[in-house]
């Protein structure tokens, strides 16, 4: 079946460093979803990537979806304390019609 | 906030007790999802609703049973659970689009979950 990686799985970063979480998919993913879930709270979507190549931008965060769709990437520039929470992506194998399947997350710590 | 309303927040049971989680979305999503999350782990899907019926069960045991009463509510049922079953139990909704069978590629919408303790 479907298996999503997610490295690393924790990061520990001074305030104002730079964050990186990378998710490989073993099968072709029609699209790749991205959540945070702040200690105790609940996950919440960020973005969608849907093409090859694809790109976006939100505020401090970029978000890629690799050429072949099998891989992601979660960049935050100049962490902040408000970053802090697990970061999860999830994919769906093209085709497939089964529901998301998540990496297993990147805990961010963030020292002041 | 969420708009997706879960019931309640907190629940201790026994291991004979019968309980439900209850779950409310009133974004007209038509696919509705429960699943399980331990401490430190992924959200692991347990069930999905589509157009109030199951199309996804992945192999859940059948101590816990989902009822879906209509487009915009959605019940676990609880019985005879298990200590490791203690988990935060989340409910999630998707709007998927009008065509059948669903892609299930829209985002998902979580409720704050129950979180179930069982002694």
């Known amino acids: 079946g479907q298996q999503v990686m997610q490295i690393p799985q924790y990061q520990h970063v001074q305030e104002g460093e730079d964050f990186t979480t990378y998710c490989n998919s073993s099968?072709?993913?029609?699209?790749i979803q991205w959540y945070k879930q702040r200690p105790g709270g609940h996950p919440v979507f960020l973005i969608q990537l849907v093409k090859s190549g694809e790109v976006k931008k939100q505020k401090r965060l970029t978000f890629q979806f690799g050429e072949a769709k099998k891989n992601s990437s979660l960049h935050i520039t100049a962490t902040q304390t408000t970053d802090v929470g697990t970061y999860f992506c999830a994919g769906r194998e093209g085709g497939g019609a089964d529901g998301l399947t998540f990496g297993k997350g990147t805990h961010l710590i963030i020292q002041p | 906030d969420t708009e997706v309303t879960q019931t309640p927040k907190h629940l201790v049971m026994g291991m004979t007790n019968k309980k439900s989680l209850k779950c409310e979305q009133h974004m007209g999503h038509r696919a509705m999802y429960w699943y399980k999350q331990k401490a430190k782990k992924p959200p692991e899907l347990m069930f999905v609703y589509s157009y109030e019926k199951l199309s996804i069960n992945e192999s859940v045991p059948s101590r816990f049973s989902p009822e879906c009463p209509n487009s915009s509510l959605l019940n676990l049922h609880l019985h005879a659970l298990q200590p490791e079953d203690s988990a935060l139990y989340l409910c999630?909704?998707?709007?998927?689009?009008?065509?059948?069978?669903?892609?299930?590629?829209?985002?998902?919408?979580f409720g704050n979950g129950t979180r179930l303790t069982v002694t």
């Open positions: 099968t072709t993913l029609s699209n």
């Open positions: 999630a909704s998707s709007q998927e689009s009008s065509s059948a069978p669903f892609s299930y590629n829209s985002p998902l919408h």
